[in-house]
């Protein structure tokens, strides 16, 4: 195999890329599906210990991931098994709508209303944040708290300075994984599933991505793709493409932290 054109992460000389491959909105509320993706990461040939889920501890503002024991018990056994558990936000629903045509694209259209924390106020953020940590410690899941993944990759400046208060190792944005000064894995591959039109356009999106010289790369799975076939689909060739000049890594090991 020919040398990676480009290497972000902190290997040694020489090593392949990193394939970051994360589950996202796992819940009481996603379990079933989020179990579906776990069973693809593995089929492809992702092993759990080189997977990342991302926990929502009170999903909707319906039910507190500590008040199910299939959840907790499913997420534990599988961070015994080596994968990284993550904090997803609070409820992962934003409040309110955003009326300028920017914020409203961002707000809307690309996240449909999921950006927690894209209009949150920096007091409103940090009642959030540390909701989000209180349920995740009852739930006896403190590994999640290593990391912080906000809804949608979004963050509003005073969310962000709560969040950079709260403790937490390293935090995502859409840009990137933030550990210290550094901005890492800063391709993003995804998927959108609500229509027909956004999984075939996101799909051949994600083939094209595939294609590009390998370099540090997150691909994030959501439970809406495994909804739909065709997503499922651009899923199961996109992390086959992906995994040809990059080597699955979990973000704790790639990052090197609670590892």
Do not use: N
């Amino acid at each position: 195999m020919s040398a990676p054109a480009s290497r972000e992460a902190r290997d040694p000389p020489g090593a392949a890329p990193a394939l970051l491959v994360s589950i996202h909105d796992v819940s009481p509320l996603t379990l079933e599906p989020c179990r579906r993706a776990l069973a693809l990461a593995e089929a492809g040939g992702v092993r759990r210990e080189e997977l990342t889920l991302l926990v929502i501890p009170r999903h909707e503002d319906r039910v507190s991931i500590h008040e199910h024991r299939a959840t907790v018990d499913w997420l534990r056994g599988i961070a015994g098994d080596g994968a990284t558990l993550v904090t997803h936000g609070l409820t992962h629903r934003m409040r309110g709508r955003h009326l300028d045509p920017w914020g409203a694209f961002w707000a809307h259209a690309f996240s449909r209303g999921q950006g927690e924390l894209f209009r949150a106020l920096e007091a409103d953020a940090e009642t959030r944040i540390t909701g989000a940590r209180e349920l995740i410690s009852r739930a006896g899941l403190e590994q999640a708290l290593l990391g912080f993944v906000p809804p949608a990759w979004l963050l509003s400046r005073g969310a962000l300075a709560a969040l950079l208060r709260a403790g937490f190792a390293w935090y995502e944005e859409l840009g990137g994984i933030r550990l210290g000064g550094q901005r890492l894995a800063r391709r993003l591959v995804g998927f959108g599933s609500l229509t027909a039109w956004e999984a075939w356009a996101t799909g051949r999106l994600a083939a094209l991505q595939a294609r590009l010289p390998p370099v540090d790369t997150r691909l994030a799975i959501h439970p809406a793709d495994l909804e739909r076939p065709t997503s499922t689909r651009a899923v199961e060739r996109t992390l086959q493409a992906l995994l040809e000049g990059r080597t699955a890594r979990s973000y704790g090991r790639y990052l090197g932290v609670g590892c």
